[in-house]
């Protein structure tokens, strides 16, 4: 049965995504998106702290202040730095991020130099059908085969320094976004734009019911989850409950969809929390989400760095379906409402464990896995080895004819 309370002002969702696209934010080069979302919890009164290098962490109060929980987003994204410039004044590319060049090739670029920003394509070191012929098609796929062709006036590397250009820039690329009547959006970078406007909506959601959580709640905003590091040192010591909030990727052999929530059930790191992940599922069973639950082979996130870094907490990560991940991303924005939807109802919900708050909680917290009557039995009793010996000692002795 569904909640009566107002839904995800999706219209704030799409408007809030469709800016913070507008913003260039590979990682290691996020203070524009910083100081987006800080002026957006500034203008709905929400108190945040920034660490050193840019994390935020906010808070929406509850009716307790422990165990806290926390649902984190990461504001940056894939793009590429300068590791060479050739002597025809073009540049080489290292990834920011893991994805492959051939995503890079044929998109449009903005290169950060010391003398401003410069704009130029990402092509293939062949990339001409009629200079190269079939050679075009024979050309290997990675990033040392592409190469940045620069919108300014270079033929060899003194000209490219002479604009400014040095190895270590950062490059970002063009998002292209569409987003169609029908409901699909198109775009670069929703890997994780579009999550860190789904955890804005369900703020912004929070903040116009004017009703106290159950528990303190602390909506985090990280910066460098694309290079493996995310969340680590950035929660708050006491809390027991953290949810990532990232792409969920469409794919053969996945069962994530592009119009429903997903529940990552494992990923590279190894299995999320049971208890965690099941309470969220119930949540969408309850609310009628939709829900699809999967495992990633090949992915990280904020909640899996959280635990290398030793936080001991419990993790959970829900995703958005998308095709084509860390490529021309597609998702649909039904999955971006449900996905609010589930956030709003979770941080509503009670605490799953009344004494997660304690570094020594009660052993009822660990009953929820595994009881008797859910177990078989082994149908097979091997006998003990005393009487399989004594049993050899009694029998005559056995002749194994030999052939000749």
């Not at 860190?196 to 905003?221: N, S, W, Y």
């Not at 005393?386 to 002749?399: D, K, L, M, N």
Request: net charge negative.
């Amino acid at each position: 049965m569904t909640h009566a309370h107002t839904g995800p002002d999706m219209a704030y969702l799409e408007r809030t995504l469709l800016e913070m696209l507008a913003i260039p934010c590979p990682t290691g080069f996020t203070d524009g998106v910083v100081r987006y979302v800080a002026e957006h919890l500034d203008a709905m009164g929400v108190p945040y702290e920034l660490t050193r290098r840019g994390t935020i962490r906010a808070t929406l109060k509850g009716k307790r202040p422990s165990p806290d929980r926390a649902i984190a987003a990461h504001l940056d994204t894939i793009g590429a730095m300068v590791r060479g410039i050739k002597e025809n004044g073009r540049l080489e590319l290292a990834p920011i991020g893991h994805w492959s060049s051939r995503f890079a090739e044929g998109s449009r670029v903005s290169i950060f130099g010391d003398n401003g920003c410069l704009r130029g394509s990402v092509l293939p070191l062949m990339a001409s059908g009629h200079a190269y012929n079939e050679g075009v098609d024979t050309l290997p796929v990675n990033w040392d085969t592409v190469e940045l062709r620069i919108d300014a006036h270079t033929t060899s590397r003194a000209e490219t320094l002479e604009l400014g250009i040095n190895v270590g820039d950062f490059v970002a690329f063009d998002p292209l976004p569409e987003f169609t009547e029908n409901g699909y959006i198109s775009s670069r970078h929703l890997d994780n734009k579009a999550g860190a406007a789904i955890l804005l909506t369900a703020i912004k959601q929070v903040v116009d019911r004017g009703e106290l959580l159950a528990v303190d709640c602390h909506p985090i905003f990280t910066i460098t989850e694309e290079t493996g590091t995310g969340s680590a040192g950035a929660l708050p010591w006491d809390v027991s409950e953290f949810v990532g909030v990232d792409i969920a990727p469409s794919a053969p052999g996945q069962s994530t969809h592009e119009r429903c929530v997903t529940l990552c059930m494992q990923d590279s790191g190894g299995p999320y929390d049971y208890h965690l992940t099941r309470h969220l599922l119930s949540l969408c069973h309850r609310d009628e989400i939709p829900v699809r639950r999967d495992l990633f082979r090949y992915y990280h996130s904020d909640a899996e760095s959280a635990i290398r870094s030793g936080t001991d907490t419990r993790i959970a990560l829900i995703g958005f379906g998308t095709d084509a991940t860390h490529g021309y991303e597609r998702t649909h924005r039904d999955s971006l409402e449900a996905l609010t939807r589930l956030l709003v109802a979770y941080v509503y919900s009670p605490p799953m464990f009344e004494h997660d708050e304690r570094t020594d909680p009660p052993l009822e917290n660990f009953h929820g896995q595994l009881s008797p009557d859910t177990v078989t039995g082994n149908e097979t009793v091997l006998p003990p080895l005393e009487e399989v010996f004594a049993s050899e000692a009694h029998e005559p002795e056995r002749h194994i004819e030999k052939k000749d």
